[in-house]
């Protein structure tokens, strides 16, 4: 059982950054893969990259590769998302998420979730 909570969304200008953070609960978040994920109002929950139990790869979706990087600190149960040269388009709620499998992208393949942050990229 893997119990998590996000933090760091608010709101930032274009061009900006932000850095949110997932707190895990559990004594098996160094064997999970963790993904983030976030929704735009009335858009369907969008995959934005997944790191691996180690932390030692990532995948991201081409809409923030370049831009976006996940990291995770298994000794503190965390997993980062820096998020730079923000986009308008990037605003919406985040989730983090925890996965056995590797490199998935359907939210239906997370076993469990945060309940969000929101991220609001003014323009």
């Known amino acids: 059982q893997v119990q998590l909570v996000e933090f760091g969304g608010g709101l930032v200008q274009a061009g900006g950054s932000l850095r949110l953070s997932c707190a895990a609960l559990?004594?098996?978040?160094?064997?999970?893969?963790m993904g983030w994920f976030r929704q735009a109002p009335g858009k369907e929950r969008e995959f934005v990259g997944c790191?691996?139990?180690?932390?030692?790869?990532?995948y991201y979706a081409d809409s923030v590769k370049g831009r976006f990087t996940i990291s995770r600190d298994n000794a503190k149960n965390t997993v980062y998302l820096q998020m730079n040269s923000l986009k308008p388009e990037d605003t919406g709620v985040y989730y983090c998420?925890?996965?056995?499998?590797?490199?998935?992208?359907?939210?239906?393949?997370?076993?469990?979730w945060g309940r969000g942050t929101q991220v609001t990229v003014s323009s």
């Open positions: 559990g004594r098996t978040f160094s064997s999970v893969v």
């Open positions: 998420a925890a996965t056995t499998q590797w490199q998935v992208v359907r939210p239906r393949s997370y076993e469990y």
């Open positions: 790191i691996t139990s180690s932390g030692g790869t990532t």
